[in-house]
Each structure stands twice: as C-alpha cells, then as structure tokens.
C-alpha cells in the first residue's frame, strides 16, 4: 500500500531524511519513531505532495507520488502535525469540504460525513464552530477532515502532541478502527509507549537515517533482553575506559558500553540488578564517583538508547 | 468547476462573520467621502480657472456680469480676464482658459428692452470641473438679470447711470448684492429671455460638479481596501494549515483560487455596490449607469484582489507581506484620484495617476458616471481588467503549486 524506498530530502546542506526505506500493507500500523527533528514529518511531507523528494521514490497504492501524484493524492489521508480545520466553519461543513475536495458528492458525502461524525465523536456538536472547541475535540476533527474521502492510507503524524489523556485515547480507537477496517496507517511519534501500543511494524529514525526497523517483538530481541544502566556522576575518561574494558572481558557479564563520557556511563548487560555491587567496585576503584544511577529495562526507549546513545525525548 | 463552487461558498460562509471587518472597509471610504463632499461646500482647496469675456457690448449689464464671476466664493475659482473673439477662441482651443464668454453687442439695450438675445460660452474640451461650473455661474447670472429686470427694470436703468464712471468691482458688488434679494423670490419663475448657448463638450445627462467627481475615487478607496484585505486570506488560510491540506487533496488548487476570487467579488461588489448607490443618491446619477458601473466596480475589484494576493504571497511572512501591500495601497490611492480627482490633478500627473492600476479604474468609472449613456467602457479596457485579473489569480494558483502552501 505505501512504499518508500531511499527517500532523501535535502534542505541546503541539512539532510533531514537520509536514504529511508520501508513498506507498510493494508490493515497495519507502520510506526516512524524518532526524537524532535528527526525527519519524520519531512518523511510525511515527502509522501503526501507537500514538499519535493531530493531523491528517491514514494508511493501510495501503486502511484508514484511524484510522477502520478493526483492519483496517489487521491488514496491518501493525511492528518497533519499541526491543525489544519476552518475554525470560522461548522465542524460539519469542514468535513463536507474536505469530501467534496477529494470528490465525493450527493449521498455519499452526506453518509461518510455523518460515519465520521460519528467516529471522531462529533455529533452533538456538528454545527458548532471549531474555534469554540477544546484541543483534544479540535484533534479529533483534524483527523476526521483527513480520514473523510475513506483513504487506503492514512498519514498520522504526531497526532498525540499536547492532547489530553483522554483524546488521546479515543485517537487511539479511530487509527485502530481505521486499520480494522483495511486502510494502511502510517503513525509518526516520539512516544515510545504509542509505538509500541499501536504499531505492527516499525522504522526507529535519527538526523534523518533509519537506523532500525522490524516488528515491536523483533526490535525487542534487538536487545536481547539486556538492561541499560545509566551511571551519573564523575569518572576520569581513561582510567574508567580500562576499568570498563576488564568488566567486558568477565565471561560472567555480557556486557557493552553504549557511551562513556566524563559525567555519564551507559553499559548494557543482562540482569544488570545482580551485577551492580561488582560494577560500583570496579568503577570506583578506578576514581570514578557515582551520584545517580538509572537502570531501565528492555523496551524501545532503551533500544534507541542503545542504537544512538540519545534519549528518545531530547 | 464545481469545486470552485464549494470553495465560493466556503469563503462566504467564513467571511460573513466577519462583518466587522467588512463594515470597515466600508466606513472609511464613507468618512472621507464624507468629509470631501463637506470640504467642497465650504472652502475646500479648490480649483482655479480663466474665464475669458469678451465684451463686445461694453454697456453697464455686460459689466455686471463680468463682474459676478469676481464676486465671493466664485472669484475664489474664477479668475475674469477681458479679450477679444478671436485671442479668446485662440486661448480656449489652446487650452490656456476654462471658458470664453462672448457678450453680443446690443446686449444690454435688448435686454433692458425684454428682447431674446444669445450668450455664446464657449468650455475646455479637455477640463471637466470649471467649465461646469462657469456654466452653473452664468445661468445664475443670467436668471438673476432676469429676475432682476423683472422686478427691478426702472432701478437699473438709474443704477447704470449712476455707476456709469464707477470700476469693475463697484459694480461686481452691486450686482451680487442684487443677486442675493433674488434669491429670496426666486421660486417664482418665468421664462427666461436670455438663453445661454454652450458651445464645447457635449451636454452631460449628469451635472458634473465637482464633488461628484470624488465619487470614482471614493467608490475605488472602499474597493481597495476591501481586496487588499481579503487578498491576505491566503495568508489566514496558510497559518490555519488549510492550505496544507489542499495541497495534499487531489489537484484542485486553480478551482480553489476561482471560487476565492469569487466569493471576494461578491464582498466587493456589495462594498463597492453600497458606496455606489449612497453617490448615486446624493448626485443624482441616473440609475441606467448603475449596472454598468457595479459590474465595472466588481471585475476591477477582483483584478486587484488577485493582485494584492499575488504580491503578498511572494513574501515570507505575513507581516512583511501585510505591511508592504498596505505601503503599497496609500501612494496608489493618492496617485489613482482617490484623495483628488484626476480631473483636477495638474495635466502630467493626472497622466501618470491614469496609469496606475487604480487610477486607470477611476478614470473609466468617472468617464461612465459623467458621460452621456451607460455601458461606454471600451472593450479593451474590460479586456485589459479581465486579463489582470486571470493573470493574478494565476500566479496565486502558481504560488499555491510551488510551495506557499508550506508551513
Ligand atoms: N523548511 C525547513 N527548512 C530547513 N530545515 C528544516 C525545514 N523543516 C524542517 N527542517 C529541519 O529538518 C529536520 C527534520 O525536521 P522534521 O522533519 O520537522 O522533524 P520531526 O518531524 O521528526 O520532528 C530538522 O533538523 C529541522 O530543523
Ligand atoms: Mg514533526
């Protein structure tokens, strides 16, 4: 349904998207997991028309999103990242707007408007306008103006951001509802829990690479089920550098050094609870002082952590 | 098509809220027109003319007519200068006066005598105001001769011989002082024996006064000001990220910009419609030229607003784009006979205001509402309006494709 393949956008010397490829099928959510500035809205805006890909290819249902664009226009929905609703026109008459822009007319219209209606929860307050709405019911109604011409694939990109729990929750229920019903969603977000919530598959990107990309359990075993372990504190580079080498050696320990800085340590190590008194020895001895200590268990996050030495929530 | 539709409609949903804003567009316009047609019945900046006399009858009557064209408000307007049939004709052909008033000789004796006798005033093609009112001013002049004779024949023919040795202004005095207990009994009228005989422009169905001549530029102030206005729609959309979202939606952004350009023609045509009915009413214009002009008002409005659009959307960011559209729209007013009437602007920048855009739509509204008939725009001037106008609305459909659209 939606196929990107070594999609680059350039803004002048800045590389925001670096050569990524992924495919995502018909009833599934295909997560694009990145910190702030990571390219995933250029992603998005690549493959819905709004920006010019460097180079590379992207198409929706079959159509070249450059060279066939109004047809691949025409198999798309996209709710974007920022609101884009007449907030001086009913939320009805935004929703017929948007059908009418992508074709529809007459019964058609006026059933798939009042289906959306329904969906996003709308219905009593249809022929209000948008300007006296709460975020999370402006939320809502940006993504039904984008899911109203029933689109086979559906761009998503951080529809979450600065919506209370419970929109967001019921965001949750229409991209479910949507891929139940066969569309093929595309879902961007920084938020490890929604990835790892909502999506079948999905790419982990950062300054633009693709850097990981699988199912949630695949990228899990990426891990292979190892703790990270996050020292804060203060540790002379080479002394700790040598002290870490002889803790790598130990058969006992499979452990790795994500990074090593003067103020932070992240190693990664399977039952890194058990370890931690031989560690903090080890560590110390070498004139390393520790102030804080963080241990996280396997998820994505630390998959990130691992892959990047970033947090995700930079 | 039937897109362009739907967005015309969308558009005049969302700006019917907007009445405000509307209303101002309106009011201004209104305000100023206001004021002018007060300032031109005080003591405005007015016009200055020549008013050429050649006496060839040299009696006390002929003198006193000279000399009402010197008297009060009208000797601010008017200067007389005595000559002779054939310097004057010379000088009004060349353009130098504004008239040439001929007094027949005999012209005094036929008159104390009741006789018909003919005034010849002969009016500057190429200037439209004082003419005008050189006429007005003779016919009063010669009404109050009339009136005057009427009901004071024996008391002239003693004041003649009284200021037979008198100078100009002497007389002038006198005569506007009779002038003014005229008025008092005008309202009953006869026929009158003199008959002014105007040779020069064609008659007008309208009087052409002065401040009528301010309603063209008044009609195109609220006409500016409202395109200017909705033309920043664009960037209100643009920050609402609608725009985004027709670009991700299948190809209709020349619909889109169509059914904008409509809904502001509608907007501008009821502006522009209103002022144009207030100036009717308070001119008098004939309503046979109301539809020419409203439909004239409403096309120039639209090549303006795809204009203004244009211009605004080949910048950055709003406030640059708002700031030098609304830089732009203030020297084009004063150019385009917004704050004075091109007619009465000197010759050279009269020419130049004709030719911006605005000024170029004053001059063919004023030829509309002033001249003789309705609908006598040129087609070339209709074509030249409805060429601006695609040619705006392309650019903007072109701004829209090439990534205005982006955040
Ligand atoms: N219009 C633009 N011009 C220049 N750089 C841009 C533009 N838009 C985004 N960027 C840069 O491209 C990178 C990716 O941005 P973006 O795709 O918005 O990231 P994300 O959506 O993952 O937060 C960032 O470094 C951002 O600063
Ligand atoms: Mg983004």
Known sequence: MLKVDELTKNYGDLVAVDQISFEAGKGTVFGLLGPNGAGKSTAINCISGLLRPTSGHASVAGHDVVSDGKAARQNLGVVPQELALYEDLPAIENLRYWGKAYGLRGAELDSRVSEVLDTIGLVDRAKDLPK??????KRRLNFGCGIV??????????????????????????????????????????????????CDSLAIIDNGKLIAKGTVNELRAKLSARDVLQLNGTFPL???????????????????????EEECVTLTLSRASQHLPDIFAVISNAGGVVTETILRSPNLETLFLLLTGKELRE | MNFALTSFRKDLSRWRQDLMQTAIWFAIPLTVGGLITMLMSGDGAQPHGVLLIADQDESFLSVLIAGAYSAGDIGELISVEKTTVEEGTERVNAGEASGLLIIPAGFGDAFLDAEPVTLTLKTNPAQTI?????????????????????LFGEEINTIQSLVDESNDAAVAAIAVAIQNKIEVVAPQLFPPVINVEIVGPPATDVQVSLALLYLPG???????????????????????????????SPGQLGSFVIGKALAAAVVIAIIGGLTLVLGFLYHGVSWAKFPS??????????????????????????????????????????AGGSFFPLAVLPGWIAAIGRLSPNGFVVDKLTSEITEVGAWIIDVNSWLIVAAA?????????????SGFAQA
């Open chain 1, 132 to 137: 006296e709405f709460s975020g999370g019911m």
């Open chain 1, 149 to 198: 011409h029933k689109p086979p694939v559906i761009l998503l990109d951080e529809p979450t951001v600065g919506v209370d729990p419970q929109s967001r929750a019921r965001l949750f229920d229409m991209v479910e509802a949507a891929r139940d019903a066969g569309a093929c969603v595309l879902y961007t977000t920084h938020y490890m829990e929604e990835a790892e919530r909502l």
């Open chain 1, 238 to 260: 080479d002394e700790t550098r040598q002290a870490v080498d002889t803790l790598i050696e130990r058969d006992d320990l499979d452990l790795e050094v994500i990074t090593q």
């Open chain 2, 130 to 150: 004082l003419p005008g009112i050189i006429t007005d001013v003779t016919e009063i002049v010669l009404d109050a001769g009339f009136y005057a004779h009427q």
């Open chain 2, 218 to 248: 008044i009609i195109m102030m609220a006409v500016m000001f409202s395109s200017n206005g909705l033309a920043s729609d664009f960037w209100v959309e643009r920050d609402h990220g609608t725009l985004r979202r027709l670009v991700y």
């Open chain 2, 293 to 334: 002009s409203l439909v004239w008002v409403a096309l120039s409005g639209v090549a303006l607003f795809s204009w203004f659009a244009a211009l605004q959307m080949l910048f950055s960011n709003q406030n640059t784009a708002s700031v030098i559209s609304s830089m732009l729209l203030f020297p084009l007013l004063m």
């Open chain 2, 389 to 401: 106008a695609a040619s705006g609305l392309s650019i903007c459909a072109w701004r829209l494709r």
